[in-house]
């Protein structure tokens, strides 16, 4: 079965970088963008931007251009998201999910927490 | 950016009521809309594709429709187990954004 399986809850300090990894496994992992979403608490869904696994083509949201940083290593079926310049703002809940258009299949979501 | 907007932003219905959201997008998007459910401490689940396609293993209580700007979904007879967030989300152009959601619980 189709699994994203993301890395553990990170607490970084305010302007700090943060890295999310999100292991895919159960399909070809070349055959799916990876999109990150992330939820602040108590709040609605922010998709902040798309990786093509097989090419490394990336896009992202106007609001995250400088700071984020999509990659990926294909031999692990591994994804990465990098946000760096930490604001408080920035805690979060970060979800991988995995399709093109529809997300048909997320990760568990990585809690990130700012805070000094 | 397409702005979507959802209402009712909550509602509160009995088991077995008809349960009706509504979803509209800034600008024409076609059919290109999800529909996900979020329940507490969990992850998205898509719903709906395409604004009115049924994903695969979800119950047929749940359905979907419209085009252009304004879309519904529905709830045909509510479960305990549909307590949660619905969200809808356009894909015709980047950056995907999501309506604020809807918020349902059991009366």
């Known amino acids: 079965q189709v699994q994203l399986v993301q890395s553990g809850a990170e607490v970084k300090k305010p302007g700090a970088s943060v890295k999310v990894s999100c292991k895919a496994s159960?399909?070809?992992?070349?055959?799916?963008?990876i999109n990150w979403v992330r939820q602040a608490t108590g709040q609605g869904l922010e998709w902040m931007g798309w990786?093509?696994?097989?090419?490394?083509?990336?896009g992202y949201a106007q609001k995250f251009q400088g700071r984020v940083t999509m990659t990926r290593n294909t031999s692990i079926s591994t994804a990465y998201m990098e946000l760096s310049s930490l604001r408080s703002e920035d805690t979060a809940v970060y979800y991988c999910?995995?399709?093109?258009?529809?997300?048909?299949?997320w990760g568990q979501g990585t809690l990130v927490t700012v805070s000094s | 950016d397409i702005q979507m907007t959802q209402s009712p932003s909550s509602l509160s219905a009995s088991v077995g009521d008809r349960v009706t959201i509504t979803c509209q997008a800034s600008?024409?998007?076609?059919?290109?809309l999800n529909w996900y459910q979020q329940k507490p401490g969990k992850a998205p689940k898509l719903l709906i594709y395409?604004?009115?396609n049924l994903e695969t293993g979800v119950p047929s209580r749940f359905s979907g429709s419209g085009s252009g700007t304004d879309f519904t979904f529905t709830i045909s007879s509510l479960q305990p187990e549909d307590i949660a967030t619905y969200y809808c989300?356009?894909?015709?152009?980047?950056?995907?954004?999501f309506g604020p959601g809807t918020k349902v619980d059991i009366k």
């Open positions: 999910a995995r399709g093109g258009y529809s997300y048909d299949n």
């Open positions: 159960g399909y070809t992992f070349t055959s799916y963008d």
């Open positions: 990786m093509n696994p097989n090419s490394g083509n990336t």
């Open positions: 600008q024409d998007i076609s059919n290109y």
């Open positions: 395409d604004a009115s």
């Open positions: 989300q356009q894909y015709d152009n980047l950056p995907r954004t």
